[in-house]
Structures are given as C-alpha cells and as structure tokens.
C-alpha cells in the first residue's frame, strides 16, 4: 500500500507565492509518475503539473511560467512552487502517483490541500 500526505496549502493574496509538499511511503517502485492535480467548487478535477522519475515535466498551459514541479526522488516527495498566484488557481490540489509495475500501473491519491487565493 502507498500513502500521500500533502501539506502546505492556505490562504495566499493574489500576486503571493506557496509550496506544496507531498509525500509518498510505502512500496514505490523507481519507475513512476508524481503530478499535481487539482478541483475547484462546480469543476472537474484537471492535471496541474506532472514529472516523471527521470525528471520530465508537463504543465497545464494555464500555469506555465507560473508553477514549477520538482520531486526528490531519495525521499519520494514531489513539490509544487506556486508563484503570481491569481484567484482562479483557487481550488483543492491533489497530489497522485502512477507506480509502473511490469504491466500493471497502480495510481494512488493524496487526501487533498486547500489552496485559497483572495483577489
């Protein structure tokens, strides 16, 4: 079994700045893919940010040049930097990881972390 624990989410003024942390223990496999998701109140749940074990990253367009992903891969914790923060990036960020197992792929959920811009 694999758990997430997220933290550092809260309550930022538009322009701020705020890191997300999240933490993956249990059976975790080198291969796999962390990624920052998130929900705001009447929408769909939406990819914020993804990287791979190796490093490689993908961005919402909505948040290029704006968020930044990193993980470090010797405590499986992934990161997510939050700069010129606006108020539609308010919403529950979600941490997930897909574990690459042969041919399977096992995707686990953080609990959440309320992240709330006030304009």
């Known amino acids: 079994q694999v758990r997430l624990v997220e933290s550092g989410g809260g309550l930022v003024q538009a322009g701020g700045s705020l890191r997300l942390s999240c933490a993956a223990s249990?059976?975790?496999?080198?291969?796999?893919?962390m990624g920052w998701y998130r929900q705001a109140p009447g929408k769909q749940r939406e990819l914020v940010a993804g990287?791979?074990?190796?490093?490689?990253?993908n961005y919402a367009d909505s948040v290029k040049g704006r968020l930044t992903i990193s993980r470090d891969n010797a405590v499986n914790t992934v990161y997510l930097q939050m700069n010129s923060l606006k108020s539609e990036d308010t919403a529950v960020y979600f941490c997930k990881i897909d574990i690459y197992d042969r041919s399977r792929v096992n995707t686990y959920w953080g609990q959440g972390t309320q992240v709330t811009v006030s304009s």
């Open positions: 990287i791979t074990s190796a490093g490689s990253r």
């Open positions: 249990g059976s975790i496999s080198s291969l796999n893919v």
